[in-house]
């Protein structure tokens, strides 16, 4: 049996082994009882709502799929016309895990609340089993992807080599551009309904009427709900969907090109795919261990699970290295590249917690500048946010640095996967993350006992943490996976050594430079209209029945999630279109080098912003969280309402424009790998 044939079965193995996974918690979590007869209405308002925005948004993505695979079919010659098929399977694949992983979040919502009352340990269990679900069926359906496209690759091209590296790797590239496609609207999209939605609840609701966050009269509260699964549940799962696509296709493609015998660099090109799988294996053993005692913090638990899993990956990791390719030299450093991808992701995360987290010194100092006022809030979380840039990007830099010194470019691409590895485990806790916070606004909203909404809000405390980790976790992988797709694209299309003074290719890096700030402008201006139209129907409904208040009437939870989709829908259209066109009009007018200089400029401005605004965001987030808790005179006083300024302030910082930069500079790297081809023939390289 040749090594793709058994490649596939190994592939399939693992996303048959992934997909069975989720698909056994699911009904495990729809067989949890939600008893209390108000949880379950406030429960399906907030599920309804979110599953009615995913449908509305995917109807009018449609029309933009139906016309990129058109393109992809008439554009390319020859067997490269096949592009389009694997760009719609990679946005159904997309899309279908977004609407998987929304249709479980808020299932266990509600249900976390319902354990509750049983204590910590049965709410920890639905609400990590919800976020696993998540994260097995990222893994899964990508895995499902590749094994579909390489079947079909296989029957239609032959198993050679030549067909591998000439052929259906080109072909593949259109997968992770239908990944990044929908990543981006899906974050762009629910980042604009999320913090709409929040903006709007905040500062009607909390500093203007003077009621709890989470009311059930606060108009505005059902939306803001469904906006976290929107945003932190769909839009981060699509995202880690693209980085982990993008990186395993990035190291397929470098792999064909490190010098050696036929059959090495197809194992190469193979091995990307099996280091995932073991990977899957590892954040299945790895889940076991989420386990928490009566007493212990949930945040204990879930690390055991995080550090469990990637110890097991890296021995998984060692082995395949060791029997796959070690009858060649360089497989020790191969080993090591793909353990200091390990390393990064974590170190990234932890440096991160320490400017965003409850109780450190950044955060600290954040909540003291609260109590001058609003002013001294904001200049204090920029400056926070500012500085907390430089650190990751040292370990991004020694990260490169290292892993090229050990293996070249495929170092790299190895790294990046390896910081992706546990994909399944790592984004489990982070979709757990909304499902906890959710729980203890249905808690709030249900009116449960006061020890309810202890546990949830422990629950939700972690998994602000874990957002904020989730978050520059996600930066880290995007800028390593850009890296290595834009060192295939530069192999595909033939440039070879980039002039840095060539006018084109300075022309290109300051227009990529400045991408990300227009991007965010469009988002951070479409939050701010939408928040804005949020704000005047709070208002409206507070001043046009005031029972709602008196609790005598029921707020109109309806009409606020209708204008959240509205905007988001459209506000998503315009950032869609500048992040897609960009590369495509450069590489045709400018040239590959100058295409070169615009991924080049977008990449190194964009992940520096991208950190920036989420760590200052969650900053920004968690001080006014700790003033709620009774740090500076506590809630109602001066500081809180100037720690509210900067938490409206940090919301589209953190949950919109930030987060949408990492897709940014993945796709335009991905859109440039897919026309490399077409460039290459255009400009007759």
């Known amino acids: ?60 993505l449609i029309p933009f799929v139906v016309i990129v695979a058109a393109f992809l079919a008439i554009a390319n010659q020859g067997a490269l016309k096949f592009q ?36 910590l340990i049965p709410a920890l269990k639905v609400a990590f089993s919800g976020g696993s679900v998540m994260g097995m069926s990222v893994v899964g359906l990508s895995m499902l992807g590749f094994c579909i496209l390489l079947f079909l690759g296989r029957l239609r091209f032959g198993s050679s080599f030549e067909s591998l590296s000439g052929t259906i790797l080109p072909v593949i590239t259109g997968f992770s ?37 989470d009311d059930h009269r606060n108009p505005a509260t059902i939306a803001d709900n469904v906006g976290d699964n929107v945003g932190d549940v769909a839009g981060m799962g699509a995202d880690l969907f ?57 945040q204990a638990a879930l690390n055991k699970g995080t550090f469990g899993a990637a110890g097991i990956a890296a021995v998984f990791s060692f082995l395949l290295c060791r029997f796959l390719l070690g009858g060649n030299e360089g497989w020790l450093a191969i080993f090591f590249s793909s353990v200091l991808g390990m390393v990064a992701g974590t170190l990234i995360g932890m440096i991160t917690e320490h400017y965003t987290g409850t109780g450190t010194r950044p955060v600290i100092k954040i909540v003291k500048a609260c109590e001058t006022g609003p002013a001294t809030t904001l200049i204090s979380g920029m400056g926070v946010g500012m500085v907390s840039a430089f650190p990751p990007i040292i370990i991004i830099v020694a990260a490169i640095l290292s892993s090229e010194a050990l293996s070249g470019l495929y170092g790299i691409a190895i790294a990046a996967l390896g910081m992706l590895m546990t994909l399944g485990i790592q984004l489990a806790v982070d979709a757990y993350g909304p499902i906890a916070d959710n729980a203890g606004g249905l808690a709030e909203m249900s009116e449960f006992p006061p020890e309810v909404r202890e546990i949830t809000d422990e629950l939700d405390a972690v998994g602000n943490t874990t957002a904020a980790i989730g978050k520059g976790f996600a930066i880290g992988s995007a800028a390593l996976t850009a890296i290595i797709l834009f060192s295939a694209f530069q192999k595909q299309v033939g440039v070879g050594v980039i002039n840095l003074v060539d006018p084109k290719v300075v022309s290109g890096v300051l227009l990529g430079a400045v991408l990300p700030y227009l991007f965010s402008s469009m988002a951070m201006n479409a939050v701010g209209e939408a928040a804005f139209d949020m704000i005047k129907e709070v208002r409206r409904q507070f001043r046009e029945n005031p029972g709602i208040l008196k609790e005598t009437a029921q707020p109109d939870y309806k009409k606020c999630v209708d204008i959240s989709t509205a905007s988001a829908l459209k506000g998503m259209i315009i950032p869609g279109v500048v992040a897609v066109l960009t590369p495509v009009l450069v590489g045709f007018i400018g040239g590959p080098a100058m295409l070169a200089g615009t991924l080049i400029g977008v990449t190194a401005s964009g992940v520096v912003l991208a950190i920036f605004m989420s760590n200052a965001g969650g900053a920004w987030d968690n001080a006014k969280k700790m003033i709620e808790g009774g740090a500076s005179q506590g809630k109602g006083s001066e500081a809180h309402k100037a720690a509210v300024v900067g938490d409206t302030v940090g919301d589209p910082f953190k949950d919109t424009a930030g987060p949408s930069l990492n897709i940014l500079i993945k796709l335009m790297a991905v859109i440039s790998l897919v026309i490399a081809p077409m460039l290459k023939n255009f400009w007759g390289l």
Do not use: H
């Open 1 to 60: 049996m040749d090594t793709l044939s058994w490649t596939l079965l190994f592939v399939a193995g693992g996303s048959l082994l992934a997909l069975g996974y989720a698909a056994l918690k699911t009904k495990w979590i729809f067989r949890q009882r939600v008893e209390n007869p108000k949880l379950a209405q406030i429960g399906g308002f907030v599920s309804d709502g979110a599953m009615a925005f995913l449908t509305r948004e995917y109807k009018v």
């Open 84 to 119: 389009a098929v694997a760009f719609v399977v990679g946005a159904t694949a997309s899309a279908l895990a977004g609407f998987i992983g929304m249709k479980v979040a808020t299932a266990a919502n509600s249900r976390t609340t319902q354990a509750a009352q049983g204590g």
């Open 177 to 213: 551009l239908g990944a990044s496609s929908m990543a981006l609207f899906a974050r762009v999209g629910g980042g604009i309904f999320t913090k709409a939605a929040d903006v709007g609840a905040d500062l009607v609701g909390k500093v203007e009427a003077g009621i709890p966050e």
């Open 242 to 298: 693209e980085s982990y696509v993008g990186s395993i296709i990035g190291a397929m493609v470098l792999g064909a090109s490190v010098a050696g015998s036929e059959a090495y660099r197809t194992t190469l090109v193979m091995f990307p795919l099996i280091l995932a799988v073991a990977g899957i294996l590892a954040a299945m053993i790895g889940v076991l261990f989420v386990r928490v005692k009566e007493g212990q913090s949930p």
